[in-house]
């Protein structure tokens, strides 16, 4: 076993001389997607089915899933306060947030999916074998003065990846990476300088350039991987940043989305809502965060009837717990968990006037029309998290009512939470959406604070 030294990727982080004092915190502008795809006004197609992604397992529902029209039936009056924040019709995917950065030397700049469920930043890399259309110009090696391919021997190809391959010809250090849908990654593993705001430079960072891409990161140009191992992007900067970082996704709703989604690696202020929950580490799934939940309450009361066992990680199987991602849309419980909060909804939200529909959207199985039956309003019944150590999430009702066009040009909502049907159960960015969260892996610790974008 080599020492620790030389399994960690070095990053030297350099500012302009401008800068009396080094900056402890690296902002990366974030943006969503329809900053860049801007939604169409009505009756914008949603496939439900990318919703239901679920980048690390292959997603069997895919298969079976029609395609629905979502929202965008203003016309539709549902409860006020519901209004603007969900009525309008917008595409989901799950790779939604995408951070701003530059690479190489000069630079090209690149919008890439923000990933915690990943380790490895990689682009789409000149030449392509396969490159999907990306928005942004590709990223050559052969232009950038500061790209080195990294060799099979060093220690960084045979420690940090698990399967690496090797270049007969050139002896460079390649990667495979194979999401769970069957997207996928493969080419160089290689070191360059990333560039961001206020002349910050990362130096040396080590990057997957990819020369045959597949899958469903549509027109991004790559992936930032934010998991917790030893070749994400925080792992790399935590010398000089700390390893902490912190984001808040936008509402995937709201038209105006610029300036509200952040990403920032060191430690900031804390918002004075933060409410903390210890972090888990799984030691069959080393990339991802893992926290513990006790349970739910839903309209104002806890939801009782299921084992809450399984929310909790167990270290020696690595089964149960609950992972943070922000590439998943759509959270996953255990489906006894699942069944419990969705029995306890319909129950609360027939007292509070909301009809149900017979039918099924896809995967979803408890869809209302929020105009209740002669009724001016209804009451949404509230959902909150429980997490260990007393944190609780206070979910407002954008961040679980999934709006979906029934055919008859109506918009009805959807409970939008769906049972795992694998052992791996998530707390999807649609439930995150608008609140401020802190991975802390310096102390061991989530945080989690509502109205977490405006700060
Ligand atoms: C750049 O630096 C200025 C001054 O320190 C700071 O106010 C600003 O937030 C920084 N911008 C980013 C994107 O970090
Ligand atoms: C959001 O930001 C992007 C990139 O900076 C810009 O191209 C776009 O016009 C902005 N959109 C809005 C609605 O401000
Ligand atoms: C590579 O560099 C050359 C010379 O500077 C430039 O003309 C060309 O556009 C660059 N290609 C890309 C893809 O940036
Ligand atoms: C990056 O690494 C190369 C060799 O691997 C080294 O020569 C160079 O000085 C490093 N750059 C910086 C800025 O540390
Ligand atoms: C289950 O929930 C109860 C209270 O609701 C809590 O006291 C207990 O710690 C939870 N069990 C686990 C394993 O989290
Ligand atoms: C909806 O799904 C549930 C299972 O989640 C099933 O019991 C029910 O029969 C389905 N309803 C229809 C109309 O298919």
């Not at 209740?372 to 309003?377: D, I, R, S, V």
Request: hydrophobic content about 35%; glycine content about 10%; proline content about 7%.
């Amino acid at each position: 076993m080599a020492s620790l030294s030389l399994l960690l990727p070095i990053v030297l982080v350099s500012f302009t001389a401008t800068a009396t004092q080094p900056p402890k915190t690296l902002h990366i502008p974030v943006i969503h997607r329809h900053a860049v795809f801007p939604p169409q006004p009505r009756a914008t197609q949603t496939q439900l089915g990318s919703l239901l992604r679920h980048r690390r397992r292959a997603a069997r529902y895919n298969a079976q899933l029609g395609s629905f029209h979502s929202a965008a039936a203003a016309e539709d009056d549902g409860d006020d306060r519901l209004r603007s924040p969900v009525l309008s019709g917008l595409p989901f995917e799950s790779g939604e947030y995408f951070a701003i950065i530059s690479v190489g030397h000069p630079s090209t700049r690149a919008l890439v999916v923000i990933d915690t469920g990943s380790d490895l930043i990689w682009l789409q890399c000149k030449p392509c074998r396969h490159c999907y259309p990306q928005l942004t110009g590709l990223y050559d090696p052969a232009n950038s003065s500061t790209y080195r391919q990294i060799p099979c021997a060093s220690p960084r190809c045979r420690d940090v990846l698990r399967y690496p391959g090797c270049d007969a010809r050139t002896g460079g250090c390649q990667y495979t990476l194979v999401y769970g849908d069957g997207s996928a990654s493969r080419g160089d593993l290689a070191t360059d300088r990333l560039v961001f705001p206020n002349d910050t430079h990362a130096h040396n960072v080590t990057l997957g350039c990819g020369h045959d891409n597949e899958g469903l990161f549509e027109s991004a140009a790559g992936l930032l991987g934010v998991g917790r191992g030893k070749l994400s992007f925080p792992t790399q900067l935590a010398p000089a940043y700390g390893h902490v970082f912190s984001y808040c996704l936008g509402d995937r709703m709201s038209r105006a989305q610029n300036g509200s989604s952040y990403l920032v690696f060191g430690r900031t202020p804390e918002l004075p809502s933060t409410v903390f929950t210890p972090l888990r580490r799984n030691p069959r799934r080393p990339s991802l965060y893992y926290v513990d939940m006790l349970g739910f309450s839903v309209g104002g009361e806890r939801v009782a009837g299921f084992s809450n066992a399984s929310l909790a990680l167990d270290p020696a199987t690595g089964r149960g717990g609950v992972v943070v991602d922000s590439g998943t849309a759509i959270s996953r419980l255990p489906r006894d968990a699942y069944a419990a909060v969705r029995d306890a909804f319909n129950s609360h939200a027939a007292e509070g006037g909301m009809r149900k529909l017979a039918k099924n959207f896809s995967v979803f199985d408890a869809c209302y029309a929020l105009r209740g039956n002669g009724a001016a309003t209804v009451r949404v019944p509230s959902i909150v998290l429980h997490f260990a150590g007393g944190a609780d999430m206070a979910l407002p009702p954008a961040n679980y009512l999934i709006p979906v066009e029934g055919g008859d040009r109506r918009t009805y909502f959807c409970l939008g939470l769906q049972a795992a049907d694998d052992d791996l159960n998530v707390l999807g960015n649609v439930q995150q959406q608008g609140f401020g969260v802190v991975f802390d892996v310096e102390r061991a610790r989530i945080g989690f604070a509502a109205n977490g974008c405006s700060g």
